[in-house]
């Protein structure tokens, strides 16, 4: 099994997360069957991959793979939500995903006859940084304005 970190440099005039993360699904290697899409302010646990390879072997039809997460807001831990949902998932087997919206971005599903199935591995520990940045709120309203405009 080859698994695909999503992490490249990609430039785009008008900047969406949801097309950065598809250009990248549209570009895999054939060889690739499951991708792994981490934020670059997310650390998962060094034991992730491992994790996943056992979670495949014993569900095999599994599509989808939902972690544990901790979310910090500068720098201090913060109950979340989102741990184990489908919100913060990024993992995923090839062509059963896409992702949409510009900001806040988040998979759909798309394949058109298997049925999805989703599977937790709270084994699979992911560290969400979040750092208040003034101009990263800037960022996000002038892509979202953008998209909006098209």
Excluded: C
């Excluded at 034991?47 to 495949?56: A, D, I, Q, S, V």
């Excluded at 510009?102 to 989703?118: F, G, L, N």
Aim: net charge negative; charged share 30%; glycine share 2%.
């Amino acid at each position: 099994m080859f698994i695909y970190n999503s992490l490249k440099h990609i430039v785009y005039l008008n900047y969406r997360f949801d097309k950065a993360r598809n250009y990248i699904l549209e570009n895999l290697p054939d060889d690739v069957d499951w991708v792994f899409h981490p934020d670059m302010d997310e650390i998962y646990e060094p034991n992730w991959r491992e994790e996943m390879e056992k979670t495949l072997k014993q569900h095999p039809n599994t599509n989808r793979i939902l972690d544990e997460a901790y979310h910090y807001d500068n720098k201090k831990l913060q109950p979340s939500d989102e741990n184990g949902t489908q919100v913060d998932s990024k993992i995923h087997k090839v062509g059963y995903y896409n992702w949409i919206e510009p900001v806040h971005e988040y998979m759909q599903y798309i394949h058109p006859t298997d049925t999805e199935e989703i599977i937790t591995n709270l084994n699979i520990v992911r560290h969400h940084y979040h750092i208040d940045i003034p101009r990263r709120l800037e960022q996000s309203f002038i892509i979202a304005k953008t998209a909006a405009d098209e």
